[in-house]
Nanobody
């Protein structure tokens, strides 16, 4: 069974910083794309930042210049450094990964989600 476990959410004042971390565990052969999504109350889930196994990154326009995604392929982890936080960044943040499993000589691709971690930006 493959799991993604997130940590690092919490309450922060506007202009502050938080760092989210996500660790994948289980019988993983490799991981392709990893990313962070968020869902604010009454809104759809949206991509915040993503990274490929090769290290290419992409960001939502609303977070460019403020958020930085990074990953450690050896440890199967991905992090999101969030700076200059705004009240509009308040949401539940979810880690996402496309995990490659090797089963009996064949490869299986599995999309996995974390349980979510709440980030609240408020004074």
């Amino acid at each position: 069974q493959v799991q993604l476990v997130e940590s690092g959410g919490g309450l922060v004042q506007p202009g502050g910083s938080l760092r989210l971390s996500c660790a994948a565990s289980g019988s993983i052969f490799s991981i392709n794309d990893m990313g962070w999504y968020r869902q604010a109350p009454g809104k759809e889930r949206e991509l915040v930042a993503g990274t490929t196994a090769a290290g290419r990154t992409n960001y939502a326009d609303s977070v460019k210049g403020r958020f930085t995604i990074s990953r450690n392929n050896a440890k199967n982890t991905v992090s999101l450094q969030m700076n200059s936080l705004e009240p509009e960044d308040t949401a539940v943040y979810y880690c996402n990964a496309e995990v490659v499993l090797r089963e009996g000589g064949r490869y299986r691709y599995l999309e996995v989600w974390g349980q979510g971690t709440l980030v609240t930006v408020s004074s």
